[in-house]
């Protein structure tokens, strides 16, 4: 089941400017973490937001949490060619599982970001 | 610097074949997990793994098989491949959490397989 749900799909960029992804999740949720894959490689860990904070940074990212909206955005501000790669938003699967790890992951939002 | 290994990125196999997919997490964690990734459908959960010798199902987990002896290695099997299981496999694992956490998950770079 796919609980999270990105967009846009793909989002194509210029160097410097900022880019927005947003995710679209169905069911009550503790928290929320944020992935990033380059091309064929693993995923690797952004950031996790809680269901009791609206917001948090990390360096150039910001990730915001809307539960009454069942939606989160995270943007990456003054985007490097670097930052070019796919990512995706991930939920707990079920309560029973948050404390493993299981996480169902949206299908993800392609950021190209040109020189 | 943490690591999970996946045996091979790259894997051709033939119709039938019997075929292991190995993953390593030299980070004592006691939960690894099976994931394909296939286009448009995102990544599904195949299997997962809480403790030696325990296994759960996962979305996807028909035609697949896995087998967890040690705490670093877990590994899936696809017992006769077939050609709709041409994929990107994605080994994870993660430490359980305490309290009210989500813990992360640490990602191979993945092993594409072809069945012909």
């Known amino acids: 089941s796919q609980q999270g749900e990105e967009d846009p799909q793909a989002l194509s960029i210029q160097e410097g400017e900022n880019a927005t992804m947003n995710c679209s999740y169905k069911t009550s949720i503790n928290n929320l973490q944020w992935y990033r894959q380059n091309s064929g490689r693993g995923l690797v860990h952004l950031i996790l937001i809680r269901s009791n904070e609206r917001e948090k940074h990390s360096g150039r990212l910001r990730v915001t949490l809307d539960t009454s909206k069942k939606s989160s955005s995270l943007l990456i501000t003054a985007s490097r060619a670097a930052d070019t790669a796919s990512y995706f938003c991930a939920t707990p699967r079920d309560a029973g599982g948050t404390s493993y790890g299981k996480l169902t992951f949206g299908q993800g939002t392609i950021l190209t970001v040109h020189p | 610097d943490v690591k999970v290994t996946q045996s091979s990125r790259y894997l051709v196999k033939r119709t039938g074949e019997k075929v292991f997919l190995e993953c390593v997490q030299d980070?004592?964690?006691?939960?690894m997990f099976w994931y394909r990734q296939d286009p448009g459908l995102g990544l599904r959960l195949i299997y997962f793994s809480y403790d030696v010798k325990m296994k759960e199902k996962g979305d996807i987990p028909e035609g697949y098989s896995v087998s967890r002896e040690k705490k670093e290695r877990f590994s899936l099997i696809l017992e006769s491949a077939s050609t709709n299981q041409t994929s990107m496999y994605l080994c994870a694992s993660s430490l359980s959490a305490l309290n009210w956490g989500s813990p992360d998950l640490f990602f191979g770079d993945g092993t594409r397989l072809s069945i012909l």
């Open positions: 980070m004592d964690h006691e939960n």
